[in-house]
């Protein structure tokens, strides 16, 4: 479980409306509605990052602390435990690896969310409290999480996010025999008993 303690508050006599903070929104709380509005928080999307206040250009955005702690996790004995094993194993991640350094969210329960209906980062995030933090190691293994389900992931126009970084398993069977001293192969075999 994930405590959510603060929310983005806008200050709408600075905001210039240059949508720079609805760009880096792990969540799409933040959004200008029309072209030169003021940037608009929808409070029950804010994940309480520091992504938004950080990015914006003239300090029109402060985190101020919720009135109530949102509460977000996912219990991953809701889903079969099969399933979920068989998901991260598909994505080449270990149930108990983490998929939230900053929140301490294990991919079993991003797995979970998946499982559960989530088809976007920002939903596994809505749903796990992961991207919370710094949202920069999480993005990847969620993408590949909702990937090896089959979910097609378009980035949503002007965002900041890349595609999952490349692993050993990326790494075509040309390569690992051309540079034989980076025990790739080894690397697999080790995932594999685990």
């Known amino acids: 479980m994930v405590e959510i303690r603060f929310v983005a508050q806008v200050d709408k006599k600075k905001c210039t409306s240059c949508g720079a903070c609805q760009n880096v929104c792990p969540t799409e709380a933040i959004l200008l509605p ?21 990015v914006c250009p003239v300090d029109a ?42 929140t301490t969210t294990r991919v079993r329960e991003g797995a979970a969310a998946v499982l559960q209906g989530a088809k976007t980062p920002e939903e596994v995030a809505l749903m796990t409290g992961t991207r919370s933090g710094c949202t920069v190691y999480c993005l990847q293994p969620t993408l590949r999480l909702l ?37 790739l192969e080894e690397d697999k075999e080790v995932f594999r008993k685990v």
């Open 34 to 54: 029309r072209k030169r509005a003021k940037a608009k928080v929808f409070g029950e999307k804010c994940v309480g990052c520091p992504n938004c206040s950080g």
């Open 61 to 102: 955005i402060t985190m101020v602390p919720r009135d109530e702690p949102m509460i977000l996790g996912v219990d991953p004995k809701d889903v079969d435990e099969a399933q979920v094993t068989k998901l991260c194993v598909k994505a080449h991640l270990h149930p108990h690896q983490w998929l939230c350094l900053c």
């Open 147 to 183: 990937k090896a389900h089959g979910v097609k992931v378009i980035q949503p126009k002007g965002y900041r996010w890349y595609d999952t970084t490349q692993t050993c398993w990326d790494v075509s069977e040309e390569i690992i025999r051309k540079y034989p001293g980076h025990f």
